[in-house]
């Protein structure tokens, strides 16, 4: 008796197993984002709700938990009740939303349209596009002309390839040379 219920067990978890295969081969997923794949309730608990992502944002977005705690503390650090985030690197919008799930009023800035293009259904899958401004550009251009209360930076850092590097230094993140500080120290 005992070891049928073993057997019903293991073929239960191969079950699982060959359920979740079927999904990443209808997803394509790539062996490269795999490992986030697995996490993907982790970076959006409305996953399966439609959420999408290219390759770069598996492995770029901030996942869901950190990116609230980094809205309420910013938010908390400033004394507006309605306050404007300027997002300079959105990506597809993990951080982004949760500013604007946080009463915010966000500029959600990326140099990539198609990345932007996700942000925004990511966005509406929240039901927070209308809080949201998605502005292609790049936001070193755009710096000079922005306004906000908050600006968030999590710029590209390159992804899972820093592996690879035997010392990874801040040179290898993007943007280099603290041009940014340099562009908001100037207009204060």
């Known amino acids: ?34 490992k986030y794949w697995f996490q993907r309730y982790n970076l ?6 439609g959420i999408t992502m290219d390759e770069e944002g598996w492995y770029s977005v901030t996942p869901e938990q950190i990116a609230i705690r980094h809205a309420l503390r910013c938010v908390a650090a400033t004394a ?3 306050p404007v985030v300027i997002d ?25 349209p198609k990345r932007l293009e996700l942000a ?19 936001f070193f251009q755009l710096a000079p002309s922005l306004k906000g209360d908050i600006v968030f930076l999590a710029p590209p850092w390159g992804g899972p390839s820093y592996k690879s590097i035997e010392n990874f230094t801040l040179d290898f993140l993007k943007p280099r040379n603290g041009y940014v500080v340099d562009v908001f120290v100037s207009q204060t």
């Open 44 to 49: 959006f608990s409305k996953y399966d709700e």
């Open 120 to 138: 925004i259904n990511n966005a509406k899958i929240y039901g927070v596009q209308h809080c949201i401004d998605f502005i292609v550009g790049d």
């Open 88 to 112: 300079c690197f959105a990506g597809v919008g993990g951080n982004a939303i949760q500013f604007a799930r946080m009463c915010c009023y966000v500029v959600a800035i990326d140099i990539d």
């Open 1 to 34: 008796m005992r070891k049928k219920k073993n057997i019903s067990v293991k073929a239960h978890k191969k079950g699982k197993h060959i359920i979740r295969a079927r999904e990443k081969a209808a997803q394509n997923v790539s062996p490269v984002v795999e």
């Open 80 to 82: 507006k009740p309605n």
